[in-house]
Structures are given as structure tokens and as C-alpha cells.
T-cell receptor, first 113, second 111 residues
Framework: NAGVTQTPKFQVLKTGQSMTLQCAQD?????MSWYRQDPGMGLRLIHY???????DQGEVPNGYNVSRSTTEDFPLRLLSAAPSQTSVYFC????????????FGSGTRLTVV | GENVEQHPSTLSVQEGDSAVIKCTYS??????FPWYKQELGKGPQLIID?????GEKKDQRIAVTLNKTAKHFSLHITETQPEDSAVYFC??????????FGSGTRLSIRP
């Protein structure tokens, strides 16, 4: 049982480039979300999904897109990378019907130069 | 908006002593309060949680207390060990889509 798997672990982008951060879970969780973690600011919600085909914005959605075509996968797309998007990104999943906390992935450290 | 305040932001304790981290929440609808431990280079990991119908919960050396009237909840770690060094996050939530995290406490255990 792998839990939540994120790839890549590290990435360096140039300003204006686009990329997709991958997230997959094998626990049949309905709920998946993306957070960014910046020093002194804790975890901030970017986008979330309550099931396949359903997504919604979180606290800091600008510059990011998501889609949820399957229960297992929830990719995060950066459309045109900016230095302000330098951060550590975490994907998380949970059982929506019986809410008992998130399972987090190990994170992607992104640097935009 | 709703928020969760966490204190202290950094905490250093002697190995074997106890550590206490406190959080205050504002959303009265919150009924689930998880605590996460994040080690360097890793994702947050759930270590203990408490629901609003319970005042205290223990799991070996860690315990969490909840005061719903005051909207306070705390994490207590006894007999601290070097492997307890990490960043700890509290959170308050009413559902999977409504969870607010505290800003974290960096705990260091001095040998």
C-alpha cells in the first residue's frame, strides 16, 4: 500500500515555463487536495476535489489548474511559472465520508528562477 | 475569516522533559482536531486526533486536550526523545473540505 505518491520530488523551472506535478493515491479516497507550504505560513490550500470530475478552488488558486479524471489521480498544473510559486507542494487525500484526517504525500520542492 | 493560532512557533526542551504546544481556533463548527508531525524533507504525518465530544485522548507519550468552550486544544509530549524533534501542526476542521492549519511549531530536543 503506497499511500499518496508525488512526483517529481525536486524541480527547477525557469520563469514562464509550465509543468505538471503528479499525485496518485491507492486508498480509494474520494477527497484529494493540493497545499503549498512556505516558511512561516503553514499549509495553504490551492485546489481540492471531492470526487472524480469535481474540483474547486482553495485559498490560493491563482496560477494553478487541476483536473480529476479518475479517483486515483489529481495532477496540479502550473501554467506559467513565476518566482512567487517557489514552494514545497503537498498532495493529500482522505476518506470524505468518514473524515479522519489527511494522508499526505512526501512533497515536491519547486524552485522557479 | 476563520483561523487557527498556534504557539509557540519554536520550542526547545531538554531530553526527558515535557513539551506543550497550544492552539486556538475561531470556527465554532469545528469538530475534529488533528495534529501532524513533519520531519525534515517529509510530508506531515497524522500522530493523534481528537473529536469534539472528547476532552482528552492519550497515545503512549503523547496526549491531546480540548476545551470547546474556550476553543483551545493542546498537544502534550512527555519524556521527550531526540526523535521527537520535528515541526508540529495543529488543525481544526468540520469536514475534509474545511480544515485550517496552524502555522507550525518547530520542536527541538536538547541532549
Amino acid at each position: 500500500n503506497a499511500g499518496v505518491t508525488q512526483t517529481p520530488k525536486f524541480q527547477v523551472l525557469k520563469t514562464g515555463q509550465s509543468m505538471t506535478l503528479q499525485c496518485a493515491q491507492d486508498m480509494n479516497h474520494e477527497y484529494m487536495s493540493w497545499y503549498r507550504q512556505d516558511p512561516g505560513m503553514g499549509l495553504r490550500l490551492i485546489h481540492y476535489s471531492v470526487g472524480a470530475g469535481i474540483t474547486d478552488q482553495g485559498e490560493v488558486p491563482n496560477g494553478y489548474n487541476v483536473s480529476r479524471s479518475t479517483t486515483e489521480d489529481f495532477p496540479l498544473r502550473l501554467l506559467s511559472a513565476a518566482p512567487s510559486q517557489t514552494s514545497v507542494y503537498f498532495c493529500a487525500s482522505s476518506n470524505h465520508r468518514e473524515w479522519n484526517g489527511y494522508t499526505f504525500g512526501s512533497g515536491t520542492r519547486l524552485t522557479v528562477v | 475569516g476563520e483561523n487557527v493560532e498556534q504557539h509557540p512557533s519554536t520550542l526547545s526542551v531538554q531530553e526527558g522533559d515535557s513539551a506543550v504546544i497550544k492552539c486556538t481556533y475561531s470556527d465554532s463548527a469545528s469538530n475534529y482536531f488533528p495534529w501532524y508531525k513533519q520531519e525534515l524533507g517529509k510530508g506531515p504525518q497524522l500522530i493523534i486526533d481528537i473529536r469534539s465530544n472528547v476532552g482528552e485522548k492519550k497515545d503512549q507519550r503523547i496526549a491531546v486536550t480540548l476545551n470547546k468552550t474556550a476553543k483551545h486544544f493542546s498537544l502534550h509530549i512527555t519524556e521527550t526523545q531526540p526523535e521527537d524533534s520535528a515541526v508540529y501542526f495543529c488543525a481544526a476542521s468540520s469536514s475534509a473540505s474545511k480544515i485550517i492549519f496552524g502555522s507550525g511549531t518547530r520542536l527541538s530536543i536538547r541532549p
